[in-house]
Structures are given as C-alpha cells and as structure tokens.
C-alpha cells in the first residue's frame, strides 16, 4: 500500500520509464559522467545510455565546442575499455586533440562518407553492434522516421547513440531521449599565469525525457568534467579579485 499521493506518483513515474525501455540500473552498474549536479536532470538520476541524444549548433564555434563536450562525455562513458564509431562527411574532431579528454584516438574508428544518407545508413548498422559502446554521427538535418530507425536499433543493442546536428536550421521533432545546445565560454588561466585556461562550456539541456531540463556551466580539468558558478558570477568574482 502506499502511504501518501507522492509515493503512487513516483511508482507511476518509475512504471512508465520501464514502459519506455529506461530501467533504473542496478547496483554497481551505474556510469558517472561527472556531470555533477547535471545528473538529477537524467530519469533515475543516471545518463540514459540506450538512447539517441541530439546535440545543436548553429556556428562553427559551436560544432567545435559541441566536439570537445562530447569527447569528455564519451570517455567517462567508455571509461578503460570500449570501442566508438565516428561518422561524418567532413571530419571536424582532430583525433590527437582527443587525447586532451583522456580518449586514445585508436579507441575511435572514423568513417568519412560523402552523401549525408550514407551518414544515416552507416550510423544505424553501427547501433545494431553490441560490442561498441557509442555511436556518433555527425550531419546536418534528421526527420523523425530516420531517427526512429536509430532507436529501434538502440533498443536492441542498448548503445549509445549521438547525433551532432551542424549548423542545423530547425529543431524539428526527432525520436530523442534528449536534446542538447552546447556553447564555449571564456576561459580563465589558473594563478594569474599566462595562456589558456581550461575548456569551459555553457550547457543548455533543451528537452529530457523525463526528465528536468536545464542550463549549468561546466569546465573539463584534471581529466574530468568540474561544475562551475555562472560564468557572470565568475568574471565578475575575477575582477573584484584583480582590481582589490
């Protein structure tokens, strides 16, 4: 029986994400992408691996700051082990820069194509494969029949797959667990010493399925993804701390 209207409402919740194939997982079988306080957005508070994942960018800028978000992403999922397939027409990932998220470029296996349906061909054989552990495919636009063909060959092979929208025009409607806009923001040299900062993203999760979108700020240092305070708070803390 259950004690109160809160409790038949969290076994429902729990009782439709078992209807759509996203199973709570089990103890010690959980991957932390160290997202941090991201992870509360994910149903059952953990990534959704079998899943398409949709990722945004309007600017070349953005397609780069997209790449390197993902590359942090994809290694905390594959962690010491797993292979990916990357597909693409024009290749925009520098395999060396990969090594920068702790990811041997000899983990990836590149397919470079020259029609955008090959793309979409390429990327549902690869999901069908059991023995990888993420499929990403770089294009431009997706409908939502050829994206549901890339869930039904998730939900049998339970790997991951990632969608890197270039310079997408629309946010149409595809079969998503989630949909991502990832954008770079300033970095800041560590002790006032000269050069680049950290990699720092601006990450906006535009639509989770059941889940609780939001935006946070995130930097990749010391082989891992770290929380941030907004990147306003954060300049202008820089600045008070300067200026005295």
């Not at 691996?49 to 978000?69: I, M, N, P, Y």
């Not at 983990?107 to 793309?119: A, C, G, M, T």
């Not at 000269?194 to 609780?212: A, D, H, Y």
Request: proline share 6%; net charge positive; aromatic share 8%.
């Amino acid at each position: 029986m259950f004690s109160s209207k809160a409790d038949i409402i969290t076994q429902l919740q729990k009782d439709i994400l078992l209807l759509q194939g996203l199973k709570a997982p089990s103890p010690g079988n959980t991957r932390n992408t160290g997202l941090g306080p991201l992870h509360a957005a994910f149903p059952n508070n953990s990534f959704p691996l079998a899943g398409v994942h949709e990722f945004l960018s309007k600017r070349k800028e953005d397609s780069a700051a997209t790449g390197g978000f993902v590359a942090g992403l994809l290694a905390t999922l594959i962690q010491s082990h797993g292979v990916i397939v990357w597909i693409s027409l024009s290749r925009t990932i520098f395999p060396p820069a990969l090594k920068l998220f702790g990811i041997e470029p000899d983990r990836i296996i590149f397919v470079d194509l020259q029609k955008e349906k090959d793309v979409l061909w390429a990327m549902e054989e690869a999901l069908k494969c059991n023995g990888l552990s993420a499929v990403v495919g770089e294009m431009n636009e997706i409908n939502f029949t050829e994206s549901r063909r890339l869930q039904l060959a998730i939900e049998q092979s339970s790997v991951a797959g990632f969608i890197l929208r270039r310079q997408s025009n629309k946010q149409n409607t595809i079969a998503s667990v989630s949909r991502w806009k990832i954008t770079s923001l300033p970095s800041i040299p560590d002790d006032d010493l000269p050069g680049v900062g950290f990699p720092r993203w601006n990450v906006e999760l535009l639509k989770i399925r059941n889940g609780k979108p939001g935006t946070w700020q995130m930097e990749w240092s010391g082989g891992k993804f770290r929380y941030i305070f907004p990147v306003i708070n954060s300049l202008s803390q820089e600045l008070k701390r300067k200026t005295g």
